[in-house]
């Protein structure tokens, strides 16, 4: 299951007498035929890599059945029922009798006048932004019912829909006809990757042309974004709004600026200059006049124009808030019309369509009703049990190494090292060492193991002799503690290599305190104090130090690819530089732009796309036979063969059919810890609990054989299949921290979350780790033996749930034996976390070391890595394949859709994920059309905030309708200035005691002494803005009006201020008028309810885990004192709320994290 499925070479060939004809259907599915001679055939093939053959082998011949553009089943249906709507772009028919509009990915037309809608379009495609053409036939407008996003027109008459564009990977907005009818302007950009600007097609089709060439030698970052297109009455000039660069994070003001273009001259000029900018230009029919939209001071309104004079004033104000904080995947601001005469534009704001005179006189609400069934896909909702077992089996291995004669296995489990004999031997811990294990070598012979350890006193390499797969003594290598990573003997097994970089820096997280070298040890020392090594030579960025035939050259990876460098640390030579691999999760096979030009594909391809360079691999490892290559990018491995040359070859394996040297891809769903064997003919890697082997001649014979049998036309059902690696699961079991004991808290005010159950003065009784009785004081019984707390003037609430936590624990492949922001959030009462994409896998292991209690913290859960669109999930058996990555080898229930390719990936990846029972959230990513067709699809997760406000009650209901739980981040909210710059304004966090106890130094000093816009290392902190500036309080008043609706909102901290960030975020949300109650069950109950675990956390009631907080002050009263917590009970144990020292079933001392408090303890002389 790990080889990925084929392509095919070609969908058609036409032999004749001397010459092959070979096809390839476009996207637009026209066949596209290349002849060559028969004779040139035979060496055709011959220079074709092995994987072209496999990939050929494999797809039999067949074309089979295109997938469907939008595969989902509607299987369910809104009854939308509004006469208030978000973002309703309009427009007016010619003869001005007709209105037409969007709302929820349809299309509506109307009398002028208002009254009931029309729907023109319908189904699970999304139709956005219509506009008429001059004759008032037509319609034009954006949709995605091809499966991506394109240009469309539809016939009133005979309501035919016509495709105008075919792009695969594109965006399009804003369209418009030109007034002759003949053309039609939209802005087109890439999915992820080149910005829209202006591009003008032909109605009756082709392949349209930019109508921006960018300045030869533009600096990097000076990418323009063009929107909004508007025509003048005689077709000669377009206004258009533009801005330098894409949309950024606490924006500082001018964005956009109006422009023309006139298509006589090619001649450009900017026709604004405003400091609260200017966009979606619209032109009167008579040419007099010119609206557009800007902001004064926090508002959005819209001004006019005279063309003739140029004198401008407001004509609105305020209206609708624009978009210019975010993509603008519908533009800026809605689309308008003027009215025939030119007498009237016609706008939506305030949830409502309005008529405002030119003149100024006023404005009069044009009324509306919309009544549809609006058409969804399944629901996606599963609840996940929290087992009591004793055991679990632990979720991931890692740094899995073969010894030399393949019959041993070590890896770490639990950070720990274990050796097992391979394969179907029992797992034994090498060491009795109590620190963080990691990263086993064998040495040569197989005799003897080096691995590294780290402790809060530093890392030290150790080594032992391994006698019947058992450890005989274990020895210290090195003298002196630091930080040592990636172990390798060399190959006559007299030195063992290691990089080496001090502790310090580690330990306190004070940043880089010293060089990283490459340094070698003596491996036959018996010394028990470890001895000084020797110096190679400095790191320099390279990294994995590794051998191949040539032993006086030590091979690394880099940055610059694998490198080779001399035993003295001189010559260091080039080898290979492997790119590619990236992708925009297109669905089809070769990402093409049909409607682009050849020149015009090469001028905005983009790092994302997989005919460009793409990103450099991050691992590159020579085989010990050092003809082959093994390469990483993202989580997937490749094989490539090694030129040889004289200068460093370059290899790009986006697509390895068709790289300039033999390379193949191994994975499919990817992995972790890729190794050679010694020999050089297997590769492993281990995903999840699993130990993979890719036995490489192994894969070579099928591929010749899939061949042979191909070329000898066997029918499909008898030849080979491709070859499929071997996969043995490692079953590690490890015990939950689960107390024994009795406790009974008493005389406390309990809001429990049940409903909206408060119970004045009661009991609670914990019996292990679960809630066994609960009600008025007095009225529970109490069992015999158990502690008794008495909590009088105390509240006790459910403990809190973050549904958007990054809690940062990584620290490469070396972890913390115990990471401080699990001891921040857990004093600040965070007991359940669930972290929306981690990057890596580590939390993997964190999550199981919370479970056994070897480290202290909340519950642990989380997506894992995302799922991008540099997956490149190709069709539905694809995405299936790719997801179990997460429901059969990370186990984590959910994942993180991010954005991971247009709307037909989408529908695979929820279509898979519905039949594995995964729930999935999704990256708002700034894009309000991204957030809604999500929602129309069923993701019952959205993080981030919608960045348009107000948002009507076509959005909120159906939102609230759709059970899917929006969780808006305020601290980072989109399309504003983030509210974590007014808390840091308002508060002082750097003197908040608990965060000086559990926040590393350089964290708290970096986010808390100085806010500037930008950080040192990069990333968006901030700055200072006016209070009125902030958006917040507007999202989340959109927010409560979900929740008021029946829906679901969520508290997530986003990880920007490990603990008290989870409180800036909950009191936020209650800017939006929550009552106390209400930002309670949503930090609560339906925090839990959003991933899964409502029967089992977010509300004191008997048989849930006793997960509760103890607070001096009731938050009932005053939703500030969630913070005032005195005690934290997470899985049954009770902890100090301010230093975290267990107070029962046993008293322990709290954890420290190291080098806090930080302050200098010695003075300096003074001087006069």
Not at 462 to 467: L, T
Not at 931 to 953: M, Q, R
Request: proline share 7%.
């Amino acid at each position: 299951m790990h080889s990925p499925p084929a392509t095919p070479l070609f969908d058609e060939l036409r032999v004749s007498s001397d010459r092959l004809a070979v096809g390839r259907l476009n996207p637009g599915g026209c066949l596209v035929l290349r002849s060559l001679p028969l004779s040139a055939l035979a060496l055709a093939v011959s220079l074709l890599p092995a994987s072209s053959l496999v990939a050929q082998a494999a797809a039999g011949g067949a074309r089979g059945t295109p997938p469907r553009p939008l595969p989902l089943e509607a299987t369910r249906s809104y009854a939308l029922d509004t006469r208030e709507g978000t973002w309703l772009s309009v427009d007016i028919s010619p003869d001005g009798k007709q209105i037409v509009f969007d709302m929820l990915g349809d299309l509506y037309t109307m009398p002028f006048a208002g009254g009931e809608a029309t729907r023109i379009t319908n189904g699970l495609a999304f139709d956005a932004q219509p506009r008429f053409s001059p004759d008032g036939k037509s319609v034009v407008f954006i949709s995605d019912r091809q499966g991506a996003d394109n240009v469309h027109t539809i016939d009133l008459a005979t309501n035919e829909i016509k495709e105008i564009t075919r792009g695969r990977t594109n965006v399009y907005l804003s369209p418009e006809y030109s007034p002759d009818g003949q053309y039609i302007v939209a802005s087109k950009g890439s999915f992820r990757g080149a910005l829209p600007t202006l591009w003008m097609y032909h109605v009756r089709g082709g392949s349209g042309v930019s109508l921006y060439t960018a300045p030869a030698n533009a600096a990097p970052g000076t990418a323009v974004q063009q929107a909004g297109a508007s025509f003048s009455p005689d077709g000669r000039y377009l206004w258009y709004t533009q801005r330098t660069g894409a949309w950024h994070y606490n924006a500082q003001f001018p964005q956009y600026q109006v422009w023309t273009y006139d298509r006589e001259t090619g001649e450009r000029e900017i026709q604004s200059t405003r400091y609260g900018s200017a966009v979606r230009p619209t032109v009167s029919p008579d040419g007099k006049w010119m609206v557009y939209g800007s902001r004064y001071e926090n508002k959005t309104g819209l001004r006019i124009r005279d063309l003739a004079s140029g004198d401008e004033r407001w004509l609105a104000y305020p209206t609708q808030r624009d978009e210019m904080e975010t993509r603008a995947p519908l533009d800026a601001l809605p689309g308008m019309s003027f009215t025939p005469d030119s007498k009237e534009i016609v706008a939506s704001y305030g949830k409502k369509l309005w008529r405002v005179a030119v003149d100024g006189s006023g404005q009069v609400e044009i009324p509306f009703h919309v009544k549809a069934d609006v058409a969804v896909g399944p629901e996606v909702s599963f609840t996940y049990p929290i087992s009591d077992s004793a055991q679990f089996t632990v979720r991931q291995i890692r740094d899995g190494v073969m010894s030399p004669d393949g019959k041993q296995l070590a890896f770490i489990s639990l950070d720990k090292l274990y050796v097992m004999d391979w394969p179907s031997g029992t797992p034994r811990r090498v060491s009795t060492l109590n620190d963080i294990e990691a990263e086993p070598a064998w040495s040569p012979d197989g005799r003897s193991l080096a691995w590294v350890t780290w402790a809060n006193n530093g890392g030290r390499l150790y080594k032992s002799a391994m006698v019947a797969g058992r450890a005989t003594r274990v020895l210290p290598v090195s003298a002196s503690t630091g930080t040592f990573r990636q172990p390798v003997w060399s190959p006559n097994g007299a030195r063992i290599l290691v990089l080496q970089s001090g502790a310090q820096g580690r330990r306190d997280q004070t940043g880089v305190t010293g060089t990283t070298q490459l340094m070698w040890f003596a491996a036959n020392s018996t010394s028990t104090n470890g001895d000084a090594g020797t110096l190679i030579a400095r790191a320099a960025g390279r990294s994995k130090p590794h051998f191949s035939r040539d032993t006086t050259r030590i091979y690394l990876s880099s940055n610059n690819g694998l490198v080779s460098i001399r035993w003295d640390g001189t010559d260091e030579q080039r080898h290979l530089r492997v790119v590619g691999g990236g992708g925009d999760g297109a669905a089809d096979d070769d990402h093409a732009h049909t409607d682009m030009t050849v020149a015009e594909l090469e001028l905005q391809r983009t790092p994302e796309e997989p005919n460009s360079p793409g990103p450099p691999a991050q691992l590159v490892m020579i085989s010990p036979n050092g003809d082959v290559a093994l390469a990483q990018i993202n989580q997937d491995f490749y094989t490539v063969t090694i030129p040889p040359r004289g200068t460093q070859a370059t290899v790009n394996i986006a697509d390895p059919n068709t790289a300039s040297f033999p390379a193949r891809k191994l994975t499919d769903i990817g992995g972790q810890f890729p190794a050679w064997s010694s020999d050089g003919k297997r590769l492993h890697w281990s995903i999840g609990n699993a130990f993979v082997s890719f036995d490489v001649d192994s894969a070579a014979a099928r591929d010749a054989a899939i061949a042979i049998a191909r070329r000898d036309s066997v029918p499909e059902a008898s030849r080979p299949r491709p070859y499929v690696p071997l996969e043995q699961r490692i079953v590690m079991q490890g015990t939950r921290d689960i107390p024994s004991a009795t406790v009974v808290l008493r005389n406390a005010k309990l809001v429990t979350m049940k409903g909206d159950e408060v119970i004045a003065r009661g009991d609670v009784v914990v019996k292990n780790n679960r809630i066994t009785a609960i009600g008025a004081a007095g009225t529970v019984t109490v069992p015999s033996g158990a502690t008794e707390m008495d909590l009088a003037g105390a509240t006790i609430i459910p403990g809190f749930v973050d549904t958007h936590a990054h809690l940062r624990a990584e620290r490469g492949s070396i972890h913390e034996s115990q990471p401080w922001a699990y001891l921040a959030n857990l004093a600040f009462g965070v007991t359940t976390t669930r972290d929306p994409q981690t990057a890596t896998t580590d939390v993997l292991t964190y999550q199981d070391l919370v479970e056994t209690g070897q480290i202290i913290g909340p519950r642990v859960y989380s997506t894992g890595p995302g799922i991008f669109s540099t997956d490149n999930i190709r069709d539905q058996e694809h995405a299936r394949s790719l997801l179990k990555r997460y429901s059969s080898y990370y186990d984590t229930k959910t994942i993180k859709m991010y954005v991971s390719g247009v709307r037909q990936v989408r529908q695979w990846i929820i279509t898979a994920a519905r039949e594995q029972q995964l729930m999935p959230t999704t990256e708002g990513s700034l894009d309000v059309k991204l957030n809604l067709t999500e929602t129309l699809d069923g993701y019952p997760g959205l993080e981030h905030s919608i960045g348009i406000v107000p948002l009507g009650a076509d959005i909120v209901n159906f939102l609230a309708w759709s059970k899917r739980t929006y969780t808006p981040t305020l601290l980072v909210n989109y399309g504003g200035p983030w509210a974590e710059n007014y808390f840091y304004t308002k508060e002082d966090p750097w003197a908040n005691p608990k965060l000086q106890r559990f926040t590393a130094y350089e964290e708290l000093a970096l986010k808390t002494r100085r806010r500037m816009a930008s950080m040192p290392n990069g990333g968006t902190a901030g700055g200072w803005f006016r209070d009125d500036e902030y958006i917040f309080p507007q999202l989340a008043t959109d927010a409560a009006g979900v929740l008021r609706a029946g829906g679901r909102i969520g508290v997530g901290s986003h990880g920007q201020l490990q603990g008290l960030g989870y409180h800036w975020e909950l009191w936020a949300m209650a800017t939006g008028g929550l009552t106390t109650l209400e930002a309670l069950r949503v930090s609560t109950i339906i925090g839990a309810t959003a991933i899964g675990l409502q029967n089992d956390l977010g509300s004191l009631e008997v048989g849930k885990l006793a997960d509760l907080l103890v607070l001096d002050r009731d938050p009932t009263t005053d939703i500030r004192n969630t913070n005032s917590i005195r005690y934290v009970m997470k899985n049954g144990r009770l902890y100090d709320g301010n230093t975290l020292a267990e107070q029962y079933p046993t008293k322990r001392t709290g954890p420290e994290v190291p080098n806090r408090p930080i302050t200098p303890n010695t003075k300096a002389g003074t001087g006069n």
